[in-house]
């Protein structure tokens, strides 16, 4: 349960994809005929299998040389769930994502074939399973730690695979920003995976695992490295700071609202997507640079006003705690508003935005210094809609015209990805779109 206590409080805003009833208690998996691990406990309302105390075992060549799990690492996120894992799990400590090109000669079904390879990786390295075959031992000993995989298709794969037909109007390119400075070799792709775990080995090796599956069928386009807080780090604050040392999430929509699922899922029906696309999502990537030497610059009542929020707990500038409703309202004794007009949290509110709202699910990442000792640091920048114009574009065109904090960023790359629903026991994800 202290586990289980420590991630919810990191993440407050986010639940486990795995409804109880997806969740499997009990588990023992086999790898030639060995068993290798065996996780113990509970799928409560969380979806996640939690290690019990002594008995979840990372894997090994024999059982006698199993290694206990912590019980990190003995979380596990489902792969065969209503909405594929890695949208609505909370933060993970280290990410990877990357983009494929489908190589020439690869049409439709070469493609079906990979995501069926991957599908299958996916789910066993979810599990805490090596690979099928060709394993590199570079997650031995550990467990799955909430590692996920999300798989998203782009614009340019429905023309390569003769799948046109089946391309959401929604996965038409992002309009132009007046603050974009994208370069085009670290943007879209015909594939995008989402990598997310709490153990920068697991993540890594399911990196590796996917790149290998690949094989001839794909080349990787691009590809991003992040990170967020190591689970445990703190259990205070709730909501993870990024790079500038704010407080990023707070305002995520929340599953218990009504219009959770309607703002970040594809319905069954009803919308203008196409049937592959139901219970899917839509992911908008961007690497947004932070300009952290202008920003550390700043003197931190500067900072406060350039978001609208406290920087050491997160708190509107009108008041009260992180969770206190913003009084957008409320003067100073100069008559001036106490948050500014163009803060950033002020202006991407939904109700500035004529009910506009995305779920923020963003790494930090550090690619080093430049020879001047400028950080290329900042967000990989990953929010989850049903509908991206209606989400990130309303949005984002309104941050374009004014956001105080645009002077402090730089938005780098950019990629839109359609995300299918999770795949149903038996199936692979997208295989409604390819074979239907
Ligand atoms: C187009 C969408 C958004 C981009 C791009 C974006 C970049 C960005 N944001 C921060 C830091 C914070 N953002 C916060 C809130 C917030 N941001 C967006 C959207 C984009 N941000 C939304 C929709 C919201 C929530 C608004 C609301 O409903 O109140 C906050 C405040 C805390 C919070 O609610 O999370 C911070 C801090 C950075 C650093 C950044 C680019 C690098
Ligand atoms: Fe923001």
Redesign the pocket.
Known sequence: MADKSIREARTPDTVRSAAPEEGVAEKALSRDGISRRKLLGTAGATGLVLGAAGGAVGYAAAPSEATPLSSLGSNRVMFHVKHQPGITEGLQARGHLVAFDLTAGTGRKEAAALLRRWSATAERLMAGEAPAHDDTDVARDAGPSSLTLTFGFGHSFFSRTGLEKQRPVSLDPLPDFSSDHLDKSRSDGDLWVQIGADDALVAFHALRAIQKDAGSAARIRWQMNGFNRTPGATAHPM?AR???G???????PKPAEPDYDKRIFVPSSGSHDPAWMANGSYA?V?R???LLDDWEKLSLKAQENV???RKSD?APLSGGTETTA?DLEKTDAKGNYVIPGNA???I????Q?GG???L?R?FSYHDGFDSGGVPDA??L?V?WQADPLLG?VT??R??DRGDA?SR??R?EASGLFAVPGGAAQGEYVGQRLLEG
């Open positions: 909501t990024n790079l500038m704010q407080l990023d999430g707070t305002r995520n908008v961007r947004i640079r932070m978001i609208g929020r997160g913003m950033h949290a002020r991407s509110r939904p109700d935005n506009a709202a995305i923020r963003p900042g967000l920048f929010c990130f949005i984002q309104k941050l904090l402090y960023i938005h």
